[in-house]
């Protein structure tokens, strides 16, 4: 899944379900979200070493340790696990690496005959080559741009106000 759905979807989440969120800390802790994708960096690592479930165990322990603050690490966790689960739907990670070295991925869909499909796959770890080739990763498809043009026009009509003042000075 590309890095602007990562980003909005638990955000939006986050704020309806946690209306009182500090929203500049939600959004500030929201690039987390995108933290699990370094792993295309690191040659031959992606969608196992930064996706597996330890990942965001880890790095939240981590920022406890270092922020003392319960809240920001268990929204550290939140949006960290949103990454795997958004991605485990949409492509195949290895959830459970080093334990358990397959390639897990969930298939849950309504067609409009009204058939219901839910499988869960396993592949071998070392088709993750292969499998990154057939599919390339995207920075942007139409979606994540339809998406993101859509929310802007909210935001703009949202803070029309504060717009209009910032542009009157
Ligand atoms: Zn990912």
Same mark, same amino acid.
């Given at each position: 899944m590309e890095p602007i759905m990562h980003f909005i979807i638990p955000l939006l989440i986050l704020l309806v379900v946690y209306?009182?969120?500090d929203k500049k800390l939600a959004v500030l802790l929201a690039? &987390?979200?995108?933290?699990? *994708? &370094?792993?295309?960096?690191? *040659?031959?690592?992606?969608?196992y070493l930064f996706h597996s479930i330890f990942f965001p165990v880890i790095l939240s322990s981590i920022i406890l340790f270092f922020t003392k603050n319960m809240q920001v690490s268990l929204i550290s966790f939140y949006y960290l696990m949103s990454h795997l689960v958004l991605d485990l739907t949409t492509g195949a990670i290895a959830l459970f690496w080093p334990l358990y070295q397959r390639l897990i991925e969930v298939k849950i869909s309504l067609d409009s005959w009204w058939h219901f499909e839910f499988d869960v796959i396993t592949y071998p770890i070392s088709r993750v080559r292969e499998h990154m080739i057939s599919r390339p990763s995207y920075y942007f498809t139409q979606e994540g741009i339809v998406v993101f043009l859509f929310l802007a026009a909210m935001l703009m009509i949202r803070y029309r106000k504060e717009i209009s003042k910032f542009f009157k000075k």
């Open positions: 209306p009182k969120v690039f &987390l979200a995108l933290a699990p *994708d &370094l792993d295309f960096f690191i *040659d031959f690592t992606h969608r």
